[in-house]
């Protein structure tokens, strides 16, 4: 087995980020077919408007196979980043891997010049809202939601870079 690299992002990965979501989120989470089309409309967005200064967008490969993704993009002030898209495929878990992106993502933003950084998940993604807490991460928001036909436990999470 090949050692794991990441990469910049590229149009092309993003067919693969659009139906990897979907197709994991609906087999872990029993998401409907609405998830797909927000996480294309992300994609799409990142492709025609990030600014290569304070934007950018990893993906995680081995043995030629695309494993993750994650996408820092500026969030709602100018000083906050926010990190979106982090998927790692459920193989490629426990190696790391995921530790790696977010501290990827996590640098550039602090290089970029973000204060802060932002994100939004949900409650059942609990490595993951692990792996933020152990980065030093704060969960600022959860509350029930009925959402991709599903009732779940939406989060807001933030962090102080500076």
């Given amino acids: 087995m090949e ?3 990441i990469r910049p992002f590229e149009e092309t990965d993003a067919e693969w980020i659009v139906e990897r979501h979907a197709t ?3 087999e872990a989470e029993g998401f409907d077919g ?5 996480v294309a409309g992300l994609v799409a967005d990142y492709i025609d408007h990030a600014d290569p200064v304070r934007e950018r967008a990893w993906i995680a490969e081995q043995d030629g196979r695309r494993i993750g993704s994650i996408f820092c993009c500026h969030g709602k002030a ?5 990190l979106r898209l982090f998927l790692i495929v459920p193989e ?3 190696q790391g891997l995921g530790h790696r992106l977010l501290d990827q993502c996590m640098s550039f933003a602090r290089e970029a010049g973000y204060r802060r950084m932002e994100l939004w998940t ?7 809202c692990a ?3 152990k980065f030093g991460w704060r969960l600022t928001e959860a509350r029930p939601v009925r959402s991709f036909g599903v009732d779940l436990i939406e989060q807001a999470w933030e962090i102080e870079l500076q």
Avoid: M
Wanted: net charge positive; hydrophobic share 40%.
């Fill in 92 to 94: 490629a878990r426990g």
């Fill in 122 to 128: 949900h409650e059942s993604h609990r490595a993951a």
């Fill in 131 to 133: 792996l933020y807490q």
């Fill in 34 to 38: 609405s998830f797909g089309p927000l």
């Fill in 3 to 5: 050692e794991i690299i």
């Fill in 78 to 82: 100018r000083d906050t980043a926010k």
């Fill in 24 to 26: 994991l989120y609906a």
